[in-house]
């Protein structure tokens, strides 16, 4: 019987020669084709995953401190925003003081005590 004698097949890719000897059949050559290229797709998919892992802790990290940076000027905003409430609370008070206390007919200096008591009132 005459046995199918396969092809000899010459390969040169990347730099790489390689000849291969009496392959009998092209599907061989494809399966064998298809398990390096999975091989290789599943090494560089598993690389990505690991820096993608990678950069989203280095995310979080550059979140995290912006977040405390962030609270750290929302404190300091509010602490000045309430001390310049405060402040015009009191002056409001001793408008509000003056305004029922004062008379026309007061003299400045009776205006003036007014005002002291006014002032003494509102703090």
């Not at 015009?88 to 008591?117: D, G, S, Y």
């Amino acid at each position: 019987m005459n046995e199918p004698t396969g092809a000899d097949l010459g390969i040169d890719a990347f730099g790489v020669k390689a000849n291969i000897k009496n392959v009998k059949s092209l599907n061989t050559i494809l399966t064998f084709y298809a398990a390096v290229v999975a091989t290789v797709v599943a090494a560089i998919l598993g690389i990505h995953s690991v820096q993608a892992k990678d950069d989203s802790k280095t995310v979080a990290q550059q979140l995290k401190e912006s977040n405390k940076e962030v609270a750290a000027t929302l404190r300091e905003t509010t602490r000045d925003q309430n001390a310049v409430t405060k402040e015009l609370v009191r002056e409001l008070k001793t408008q509000n003081c003056l305004t029922v206390r004062i008379r026309p007919q007061m003299t400045a200096t009776e205006r003036a005590e007014e005002r002291a008591f006014c002032a003494g009132l509102a703090r």
